[in-house]
T-cell receptor
Framework: EPEVTQTPSHQVTQMGQEVILRCVPI?????FYWYRQILGQKVEFLVS????????KSEIFDDQFSVERPDGSNFTLKIRSTKLEDSAMYFC????????????FGPGTRLTVT | LAKTTQPISMDSYEGQEVNITCSHN???????ITWYQQFPSQGPRFIIQ???TKVTNEVASLFIPADRKSSTLSLPRVSLSDTAVYYC????????????FGGGTRLMVKP
């Protein structure tokens, strides 16, 4: 069964550093998402991406965040200058097409900012 | 977005049927009801979606009454591996389709 993959599984970084979280969505999927989950809290939507542009973003997704689909397979989330409060599990998800609704989530990247 | 309310936690035993009810009084006409499951340290996994009446797949059933103000996820004969957090989400199947997760119901299945 096709699946979404994410790398790395765990990233430790110092406050103020830039991090790039990588995702490989399911091939032929058209919609891509990033969510995050702070330990013990709800899963929160960050951004959705379609046709090489952001379609929706939440208040969390401020100027420190950016997303990119640099080639036909990868989908990345960049945090320019990490803060302690960015420590969370970051999930990538993809969806097949407009007529489909199921989002497939990756295993997540645990980001720890020290 | 319609607000959802579901129990914080539930306990069950292996082999029992588990029903988790979600209230969504402000559901809009074009909203669908979707349930996801999340195991610790894993991404959420789609279980089932419905609009009205009953939907069944190989994993679960979803019961939606005529007024659509609530829904019930039914898991037949649960096993220990069904211990997880279950999320009820309500929203439209729009192009962006961002998912808004609530607190979910933590289901503990005991032997």
């Amino acid at each position: 069964e096709p699946e979404v993959t994410q790398t790395p599984s765990h990233q430790v970084t110092q406050m103020g550093q830039e991090v790039i979280l990588r995702c490989v969505p399911i091939s032929n999927h058209l919609y891509f998402y990033w969510y995050r989950q702070i330990l013990g809290q709800k899963v929160e939507f960050l951004v959705s991406f379609y046709n090489n542009e952001i379609s929706e973003k939440s208040e969390i997704f401020d100027d420190q965040f950016s997303v990119e689909r640099p080639d036909g397979s990868n989908f990345t989330l960049k945090i320019r200058s990490t803060k302690l409060e960015d420590s969370a599990m970051y999930f990538c998800a993809s969806r097949g097409g407009y007529a489909t609704y199921e989002q497939y989530f990756g295993p997540g990247t645990r980001l720890t900012v020290t | 977005l319609a607000k959802t309310t579901q129990p914080i936690s539930m306990d069950s035993y292996e082999g029992q049927e588990v029903n988790i009810t979600c209230s969504h009084n402000n559901i809009a006409t074009n909203d669908y009801i979707t349930w996801y499951q999340q195991f610790p340290s894993q991404g959420p996994r789609f279980i089932i979606q419905g609009y009205k009446t009953k939907v069944t797949n190989e994993v679960a059933s979803l019961f939606i009454p005529a007024d659509r103000k609530s829904s019930t996820l039914s898991l037949p004969r649960v096993s220990l591996s069904d211990t997880a957090v279950y999320y009820c989400l309500v929203g439209g199947n729009n192009a962006g389709n961002m998912l808004t997760f609530g607190g979910g119901t933590r289901l503990m299945v005991k032997p």
